[in-house]
Each structure stands twice: as C-alpha cells, then as structure tokens.
C-alpha cells in the first residue's frame, strides 16, 4: 500500500527538484520554505521559488551500492552519492542512474566524484503493480557522456505567423540498445517507462522551442503503453513541467491522454494546431508527446514476433504560432475498424493476428491518407522534399513510398526503425524529428502516421528560416542519439528486465 | 548538595537474537536484574520513562506503557521516547525538578521480529530524502568517510593506514567483547577478516565495519541523592548531560565530516559536571560503524580533526586495552560497542550507561578497565539517526 498525500508531496518536490531561495541572504534549500533559517522573520514574503529541473550539479562523494534495501533491489548494483548544485549552495542526495554495474565491477570512486551531472526524472523504487507508481529526480547521469546538460532559456518570440505549425520539438531515446542483425533497438534503464520519457521529451522540447513553460495552454500524451490503466500520463508531463500557470500546486493547463495504438500522437497535431490557431482559446501553445516502451511479449509466446521490433522512446512536438519552424499546410486523416493488433484490458501485451498486418492494415491507410492529402493540396510527388511513413520495421515504410512514387533521397532520411526499433506512438514523430534535424527552410514534408485499429494522419509541413536559429540549442538530436558513443548494448536477457522494469 | 540524578542499579539482558521472547519479556528480564541489584521493589517506582526506536513498526507494538503497566501492575506514570538517552533526559529532569525521588529507565528493542524490511525502516526514518535517493542504513556512513578522506586529503601509505585502524576498531570492540556474557557477538576477529569483507563487497566499508541489528533491552534505577543511600552505597551519579540536534538530510548538512551534534552536547555536558575532558578516562561511543567511533572521538575533542585514525593506529599496533591519546589513556567501548555487543536501537544507551556504571563501581569483572587509578569519570555517548540527535552523560563515582 502506498500513501497518496506522501506520494503526491514527495513527487511534487521530488520530480522537479523544488527549493526556495532566500530573496535576502541567498541561502537555497532543497524544500519550499516560506522563511529562511538564517534571516527568519524578516524573511517571509522574501523567498523565491528555484529548481533544479534544468540545471547540473556536481557529484561531490558518491559510493557504492550492493545491498540496496527492498524497494531498490532491481536496481542491482549502483553508485550513490551527494550533489551539489549552484557551487555547494545546495545539496541533494542521489544515485547515478542509467549505469549496469557488474558483479565484479571494481568502481574507483575518485573517477565519478567532481564530475558534472544532470538530474534525470525517473522511477524511484519498485512497489506493488497495483500501487501509485512513485518518481523522482534524484537520479543523475554525467553531463559529458550520453545525455548532455542544456540550458532551458525563455526566448522572447519575434514573428508571429498566419498558419500555426511546430515551434519546437524533442526527441527522448535512453542509452541502451539491443543489436540483433542488422537492427538496434532502444531499451529503457530499468526505472524508465512511458511517463518518465515522455516528461524528458516534453523537457527537450521546451529546451528547443524557448518556450515559457507558463504559455503551453494544452498538452496531449499518446501512448499505449501507459503503466496505468486509469490514471494519465499528461498530469504528470504538465505538473513536473510546468505547463500552464501555476496556481498554488496547481497548473492552468488542459492535461489530457490519447489512444490509438501508434498513431495517438499524430492525431493530435491538428487539434494542437487547431487550438493554438481559435482566436478564442487564449491557448498559445499546445505540446503532443508520443511516448512508448514499447509492448511485445517474449519471443516464444503469442504474440512474441513483435519482440523482433519493439523500441522504447519519446516525441514532444510543441505547436503555436509564434517563431514556427514548420508551417502546417494541411491534413487528411482517415479510419476504418480494421483488427490487426489489439491489446485486452489487463493483458501486459497486444497480440495481432497477422492476417491483416500489411495490406489491408498498414499499407491501405498510408496509401489512402497520402494520396488524399496530396490530391486535396493539389501536390505532386516532386513538391515534396521529405516523405516520413509510419515505421514499424524498415520494409514496410520502404516498400509504402516506392509505391506512392517518392525517391531514396525523399524518404530514407526519415527511416530510423533500424536504430531504435518501432518506438510505438513515437515512431512517425520520430521519423519527422529525423527530417526536422536537416531540412531546410522552405522544404514541404509529407508525414503519414499508422495506428492499428486501424488509421491514419497525413500532415504537410512547410519549414519556415527559424528552423535553423533553433537547430542550435538542441544537442540531443537524432542523429547524435543514433551515433553515441556512450551507447550501451545488452543482451537479450538484459533487455527483457530492463523493459519489464522495476 | 543539589538534586543530583543518581543510578543505583543497572540491568540488561544479552543482546542478539531472542525470536523465543515477546518484547516485554525481555523489558522483564532487564528490570528485574536491576531491582535485584538494589533491592528495589515495584511499588517503589513513582514513574518509568521507557524507549524505544520503532517497536510500533518492528512489532505493531504501541502503547508500550500499557504492556508494561500490565507486566508490573503498575499505574504510575510512564512515558515512551525513541532512545535510551533521552528517556534518561527526561527522568534526570524529573529527578532535578524534585518531581520524584525513584524512577525506572528503561529501553528495548526487537529489531529481529523484522529482519526482512528493516532497513528499508531504519533508512526512511533516519533520512527519507537519501532513501528515496536509494540511501541504504551503510551508505551515509561511507559516504561520511569519503567525505573525510578528501577534506582532510589522506592518501598513499596514510590512507592505507586509515583503512586499518577502522579495522582496528571492529577488531578491539569484539576483543573487548569475548569478555562480556551479554555481547551478541563474544569472538575475536582479525584486520584481515574486516579487510577481506571489504575487498568482497568492493567498498570501502564491509560487513565487519558495522554494528548489527539486535533484539535487547536495558533498564537502571535512578533516584535522587537523598533516596540514593536506601538503595546503595555505590552511588553513580550523573554529573553532566546535554544533548543537541542536526537536520534530518545527511547531505544538507554544513559539515558532512563530523557530526555537529555531539561537538555541542559534550561542550555542555562538561560544562555542567564542572570538569575537564581529560578527566574523562572510560568513554563508552556510539560506533554503529567504525567510522563513527573515529569521528567521535574528534567530535568529542579528544582528538584532532581529521587525526583520530592516527591515534587509533598507533594504540591498536600492540593493544593495551586503551587508546592512547596524548599520553593519556582513554578506555573505549569496553563491552565491545555496537559493534560486538549489540545495537537494539532503543536499548542500547542503556547497554552503555551499564557499563560506565560498572566500570566506575569496579564490577565490571574481567573486562574491567586496567587502569592506574581507579577510575572517577566515565562518558556515554548516544547519537539517534544518522546524528540527528546526539547525547552525552558524564558519569561520576561518590563526586561531592
């Protein structure tokens, strides 16, 4: 049994490391306090709200762990320590995470301590399945390894424009991979899931939109892979995030989930766009994440061909009008009842039939939703720069656009299946994520998304100049989630209790 | 002559594992050897200030006093708090107030009944921060050495040097146990069997560095100086006490190389017993781990920051039963410390007056302090949590 009010308080500090400031002496602390323990009385009223969300800190000592007590034991072996942040000012306990140490790993403590690192949003222990899930900040990875430290700077908007479209974007993919064949596929560190990854995309992409976090009216989470049956996601994007004003603990902002198989998130972009662009919504920005880890069952059990295939991942896609770096041209989405993967409610992982997979599924409602878009803007194949398909492995996406006419040079650069695997509601966005990081100003790209059940979005994106002022402040692009050189690779062993998860 | 809190009798059981006993069975048992002592009978108690660390969660216990007052057929006052020390706080206070004249002390623990979850407890309660971090009950220790190592920059030969005299330590306290019959663990180990626990768990702290979870409980008589002579003529008195606070947070804290509370308790500790901390010659610490009995021995001033190591290597290469510091000899943890003899939370301070109180009587028997002089001041220190709460008493023999 968990304790809600404990767990509401803990995770309310705790995911996005709050403290206060004292306005009059300087001293910070780890908790919000209406008064500073030096300056006392005088200081009510004077304490500033701080966290350290966005920042890096500094492992000063550490050590290791390999008796964790009950609640940590999945984690296995790992390094905990003391960090500070702002030169000493403040400290926090912490545990390095995103790190498999073995048995006879010899650590030397001396290496890790004085280095910079980055609070990660994660789980924070194991509880029972039918508990609240607890999360946390207080775990951290180096700065100089795979997940850099980046600033979040509010940047004042400069153009407004008439047609809304993607202000910024952020793609999550953790360190591990899975290589078999020609195929890696991203794994989840053991604390991660759907929630936590879509808060670390949603974070990056307000780091790349400059966004002010206060303005993001709406916020769609798609997923299937929800931990919970009854309980969203988006809360936990918006409250960890701050979106929306907030308003004691509080935040003005519509929070919402979204389901259809892999194309929960694409769906929304029109109605993030739509609602950013009603002049009555006072709406400024609407954020759709895709996040998935991604469901398969062991290889050996019904329904285990998809372990072939299956990533785990992220996509935050924040619309506005305001300083856009790809102009929404046009839409056409289209649906039909269609059985090919399901998953039943209690069951930990979907099935498909396989009958209907590929042509009646996938490949029919591509086609449909591309041509129809195209035919309604009046669009040749050459008009368009970049074709993004739905990519639940690298023949079908492949096979989709040679069909409707595109060439290699129009729809490879989007093709990522083969680095992270299916990323599930995040595997289009992902696609377009890959294309956003090269295009160029004035480039149309066609993104066509495929939800099993069946359905899909088609949508004409026009890139607009900021799209290269903006490259700049993202370093976690998809390419350098690709190509790191801190990747780490499991076994398949590995890999399944890493994806099951704490 | 003021209203001086006086011990006339003391009691314990072993400490270890009693899985056969109700936890007050075993309260019983060490009140019980107490009143023998002093010939005390139950109707001569006017309050008992009982404690206990977490028997509510350990035992789904509460409301000890009921238990106990079923035990005695007792309606007196009684009063729960979470260590030894500070139920004898708060009976001293009584005493000095000249609210009663004769109080039972007592403590217990029964830390076995929940092997299964008790660190997770013992980590949540001393500091829920670092445990949602994923601190466990050893970790702050650790991390409080590396913390020492670096600040005070030890290395090479001097931090190998370190490293043994930690071990020396655990080695002394189960030597100073084997001559204790209440010691959970009444063996010898040697260095090598503390460094080898390390080189296995690949830390720099291993199994033998740190105390162990017991179930025990312990109990003394304290009365007022005026009643003390009814009951015996060997009266400990307690001449000083004082006790201080730190945060809750490990790593908030100022210092993460010592802790702050004991520095402040022993200043005024010693302040009110109106003597010198050289006076002192027994001193019983609180050495959860070993780490903790060498900061200590700086927190309490008897060595230099960032030095004690080098004291406590220099007595253990050929033990003589002390510490020397400063020419002086200091004897320490006498019935084996936390470490060897056991560490039953809210019993163990009153494991450690025992001591002191037999030592100063001289009845301590074969573990008895070798000293030159017979021995006049004795010193206990109890810290709660990681430090959070630190106590010190300093005890006295016949002192007018």
């Known amino acids: 049994m968990s304790s809600e009010p404990i767990e509401r308080r803990v995770s309310y500090l705790g995911d996005r490391l709050r403290g206060r400031r004292c306005g009059i002496c300087g001293k910070e602390y780890f908790e919000v306090r209406d008064y500073c323990g030096v300056c006392g009385r005088k200081s009510f009223g004077k304490m500033v709200d701080i966290d350290l969300f966005y920042e890096k800190g500094k492992l000063e000592i550490c050590t290791l762990i390999n008796e964790p007590t009950n609640k940590f034991t999945k984690l296995g072996r790992y390094v905990y320590g003391i960090v500070s942040f702002h030169n000493g000012k403040i400290r926090v306990p912490g545990r390095l995470t995103d790190r498999i140490t073995g048995e006879d790993e010899e650590i030397d403590f001396s290496v890790f301590e004085g280095r910079e690192v980055v609070p990660r949003f994660r789980r924070r222990y194991s509880v029972n399945k039918s508990d609240i899930i607890p999360t946390i900040s207080l775990a951290f990875t180096f700065a100089d390894e795979y997940y850099p430290h980046q600033e979040y700077n509010v940047v004042k908007p400069n153009k407004m424009y008439e047609t809304p479209g993607i202000v910024g974007y952020g793609v999550y993919i953790p360190r591990f991979r899975i290589k078999e064949g020609n195929m890696e596929r991203s794994v989840p560190f053991i604390d991660e899931d759907s929630i936590t990854a879509a808060v670390e995309a949603g974070k990056l992409a307000l780091i790349h939109s400059g966004v002010d976090s206060t303005l993001v009216g709406k916020v769609y989470v798609g997923s299937e892979s929800n931990p919970y049956a009854v309980k969203p996601i988006a809360s936990k994007v918006a409250q960890v995030l701050k979106l929306g004003e907030e308003d004691e603990d509080v935040q003005g902002v519509d929070a919402v989930d979204t389901e259809f198989a892999c194309k929960a998130a694409t769906s929304m972009f029109k109605d993030a766009a739509s609602l950013v662009n009603y002049p009555k919504s006072n709406i400024q920005y609407a954020m759709v994440i895709g996040t998935d880890n991604s469901q398969a069952a062991p290889r050996d059990c019904p329904g285990g061909e998809l372990d072939l295939f299956v990533g785990f991942g992220a996509c935050a896609y924040i619309f506005g009008k305001n300083d856009v770096i790809a102009e929404v041209e046009g839409w056409y989405s289209c649906t039909s009842d269609t059985p090919d993967f399901w998953r039943r409610d209690g069951e930990p992982y979907p099935m498909h039939g396989g009958r209907f997979t590929g042509e009646p599924a996938y490949f029919k409602h591509i086609r449909k939703a591309a041509k129809k878009l195209m035919e309604r803007l009046n669009l040749k194949v050459e008009d368009i720069n970049y074709f993004v398909a739905h990519q639940p492995n690298v023949q079908f996406p492949m096979k989709v656009a040679k069909e409707l006419g595109f060439k290699e040079e129009q729809y490879l650069p989007s093709i990522q299946v083969a680095k992270f695997g299916n990323t599930y509601s995040g595997s289009s966005p992902l696609g377009l994520a890959s294309v956003l990081d090269i295009a160029k100003p004035n480039e149309r790209i066609l993104i066509v998304s495929y939800g099993s059940g069946a359905g899909s979005d088609a949508y004409s994106l026009i890139t607009t100049s900021q799209i290269l002022e903006k490259r700049k402040r993202q370093k976690l692009t998809v390419k350098y989630q690709a190509e790191n050189p801190f990747l780490s690779y499991v076994d398949y062993t590995t890999y399944r209790r890493l994806k099951v998860g704490m | ?400």
Not at chain 2, 1 to 19: C, D, L, Q, S, W
Not at chain 2, 213 to 225: P, Q
Not at chain 2, 228 to 235: H, N, Q, V, W, Y
Not at chain 2, 292 to 312: P, V
């Open chain 2, 1 to 400: 002559m003021g209203n001086r809190p006086v011990i006339v009798a003391v009691g314990r059981t072993k400490f270890g594992e009693h899985y056969e006993k109700e936890p007050e069975k075993l309260i019983e048992e060490a009140w019980l050897k107490a009143s023998q002592e002093a010939g005390i009978e139950r109707r001569d108690l006017e309050a008992c200030y009982l404690s206990d660390y977490f028997l509510p969660i350990t035992n789904k216990l509460g409301l000890e006093e009921g238990f106990l007052s079923e035990l005695t057929e007792l309606h007196v006052p009684m009063e729960v708090t979470r260590s030894f020390s500070s139920a004898l706080m708060n009976a001293c206070n009584a005493i000095q107030a000249g609210k009663y004249n004769v109080v039972l002390v007592g403590g217990i623990e029964k830390m076995t009944d929940r092997w299964d979850k008790i660190r997770d407890d013992l980590m949540l309660l001393e500091d829920p921060w670092s445990y949602y971090a994923g601190c466990t009950p050893e970790a702050n220790h650790e991390l409080m050495l590396r913390a020492y190592i670096k600040k005070y920059g030890i290395n090479g030969e001097n931090l190998e040097k370190l490293n043994i005299a930690l071990a020396q330590i655990s080695v002394k306290n189960h030597l100073h146990a084997t001559k204790n019959e209440y010691a959970q663990y009444q063996r010898k180990i040697t260095v090598e069997q503390v460094l080898n626990a390390r080189k296995e768990a690949r830390k720099p702290l291993g199994l033998y560095d740190y105390a162990p979870i017991s179930d025990g409980a312990s109990a003394l008589i304290l009365t007022s100086e005026d009643w003390a002579e009814k009951f015996t003529d060997m009266s400990i008195y307690i001449l000083g006490s004082s006790s201080a606070t730190d945060y809750l947070t490990f790593p908030v804290r100022q210092d993460l190389t010592h802790f702050l509370a004991s520095e402040i308790a022993i200043k005024k500790a010693l302040k009110v017993a109106g003597i010198s901390l050289w006076d002192i010659q027994i001193v019983e610490l609180y050495d959860q781990s070993t780490v903790m009995e060498m900061i200590s021995l700086e927190d309490l001033g008897f060595c230099e920051r960032g030095k004690a190591w080098q004291s406590i290597y220099q007595s253990c290469q050929d033990y003589k039963g002390y510490y020397e510091i400063n020419g002086k000899k200091l004897f320490t943890n006498l019935n084996g410390g936390l470490k060897a003899d056991g560490n039953p939370l809210g019993a163990t301070g009153g494991a450690q007056i025992f001591e002191v109180f037999k030592q100063l009587r001289g009845e301590a028997g074969e573990r008895q302090a070798k000293s030159d002089e017979r021995l006049k001041y004795g010193c206990v220190v109890e810290l709660e949590g990681f430090g959070t709460k630190s106590y010190v008493y300093i005890l006295g023999r016949n002192h007018k």
